[in-house]
């Protein structure tokens, strides 16, 4: 028999006031708000709890700054040396797959859900809903607020700017930024090379060796 779970998780229209739905959020809510209220001198078991019970991180190395949003949590998916900043909302009613080196700022919101377009459908009591996967790749930064909508896959080494609403798939090694988001340009040698210099001028600069103004 197919549940209501089995077609949210599919990408079908489901109900979300399902029992077994609710419930299943019901456990992610109250998992993130214990996770929200810890001290941050217990960071060892805030990460216990997150990288164990809230969502799926195999390395068990995701770190996430306090307060998150959470809509179920097991259907987010994190690869290696994951890091969301200050108040990030992940409404994970369907898969949401990270790489790894991927890095949220403050308040960025990644939506899987959505609703009817028509709004006698969306009034219904029966409540039908809709969900699309967000799938982003390896070394990837997310600016500040920036909003990923339903059914976006975002390629590898992206950075999106502040801001961003990202509504279509993004390829890998660019530069992204606006409301729609759109490609500003592509990353390229030029930008390992600046960034690479600058961190042998950091390292110089601790240890005396140049000077700090230049």
């Known amino acids: 028999m197919t549940t209501e ?9 489901y109900i979300a006031a399902d029992p077994q739905l ?12 214990e996770f929200n209220q810890i001290s941050p001198r217990e960071q060892d078991r805030a990460e216990k709890l997150l990288n164990e019970k809230i969502i799926d991180a195999p390395s068990m190395d995701a770190f996430i700054d306090l307060p998150v949003h959470i809509d179920y949590g097991p259907n987010i998916h994190v690869g290696k040396r994951f890091y969301a900043n200050f108040n990030c909302t992940f409404l994970d009613s ?68 502040a801001g961003a609403v990202v509504t279509k798939d993004v390829p890998d090694n660019v530069v992204v930024v606006g409301n729609p988001a759109h490609v500003l340009r592509k990353l390229t040698t030029d930008d390992h090379q600046f960034w690479d210099h600058q961190r042998v001028l950091h390292d110089q600069r601790i240890k005396g060796s140049v000077d700090f103004n230049k």
Do not use: F
């Open 5 to 13: 779970k089995d077609l949210m998780l599919a990408g079908q229209p």
């Open 22 to 33: 609710s419930k299943e959020r019901a456990r992610g809510h109250q998992l993130v708000y």
């Open 94 to 161: 369907a898969p949401i797959t990270i790489g790894d080196n991927v890095m949220l700022a403050p308040n960025v919101s990644l939506y899987t859900a959505g609703h009817p377009l028509d709004a006698a459908v969306r009034n219904d009591p029966m409540d039908l809903e809709t969900a699309e996967p967000i799938t982003i790749g390896n070394d990837v930064w997310l600016g500040g607020s920036v909003v990923v909508c339903p059914g976006v896959t975002i390629g590898n080494n992206v950075v999106v700017g």
